[in-house]
């Protein structure tokens, strides 16, 4: 199956800044999802938006989809130690198939 | 809620046992349950699509003799890992999609850490 590309691969920051992952994919699809793992442990679902939604919100999540470019963005707000993880796109390629992305490693400092 | 659970969820064994890593939808009855695997510092690649009642559809390169898949019921999905060898140490994750779901939503295991010596 061929897998998403995110970047970055790693992203650094301090808490209280934005941080922005971004996923690009290489079919059509039905939805995207966004996933959050912590190190070592499963899979938290956080937002999924649908083909025909441009932009969703989910607390200090944002999430955009153009479709025209297979590329969504992830933004995280006002972001706090607690968010590092993992943060991984997963399509669904008009299947009920998931395949994720690459990844983006956050890392929040204090 | 949508719990799904994995057991055992870390695992040591020694070269050309196997081993069996069950996955339950705690409070949901699961149509579909998928099993993926996870090298460090990767992404997750999905192994199967396991389907109660009938056999379990395998992605290209798993071998289907070497990763037995039963999916006994609605809300139970076993994983065995025959004859394991150092180099099926990896991180097992299965995920339920829920009876009834309109679209794709996928709800993941805690893992398996599985390590062969």
């Known amino acids: 199956s061929q897998q998403g590309e995110e970047d970055p691969q790693a992203l650094s920051i301090q808490e209280g800044e934005n941080a922005t992952m971004n996923c690009s994919y290489k079919?059509?699809?039905?939805?995207l999802q966004w996933y959050r793992q912590n190190s070592g442990r499963g899979l938290v679902h956080l937002i999924l938006?649908?083909?025909?939604?441009r932009e969703k919100h989910s607390g200090r999540l944002r999430v955009t989809l153009d479709t025209s470019k297979k590329s969504s963005s992830l933004l995280i707000t006002a972001s706090r130690a607690a968010d590092t993880a993992s943060y991984f796109c997963?399509?669904?390629?008009?299947?009920?198939?998931?395949?994720f992305g690459t990844g983006t490693r956050l890392q929040v400092f204090p | 809620g949508a719990v799904v659970s994995q057991h055992p969820s870390r695992v040591i064994c020694k070269s050309g046992t196997s081993v069996k890593i069950e996955c339950r939808s705690l409070?949901?009855?699961?149509?579909?349950m998928f099993w993926y695997r996870q090298f460090p510092k990767q992404s997750l690649m999905l192994m199967a699509t396991s389907n109660e009642g009938s056999k379990a559809t395998y992605e290209q390169g798993v071998e289907k003799d070497k990763f037995l898949i039963n999916h006994a019921s609605l809300t139970l999905s076993t994983l065995t890992v025959t004859s394991a060898h150092p180099e099926d140490s990896s991180f097992y994750i299965c995920s339920a999609r829920r009876l009834g779901e309109d679209y794709n939503e996928q709800f993941f295991g805690p893992g398996t850490r599985l390590t062969v010596l």
């Open positions: 079919t059509s699809i039905n939805n």
């Open positions: 938006i649908r083909s025909n939604e």
């Open positions: 997963a399509t669904d390629e008009n299947t009920d198939k998931l395949i």
């Open positions: 409070d949901f009855q699961a149509t579909t």
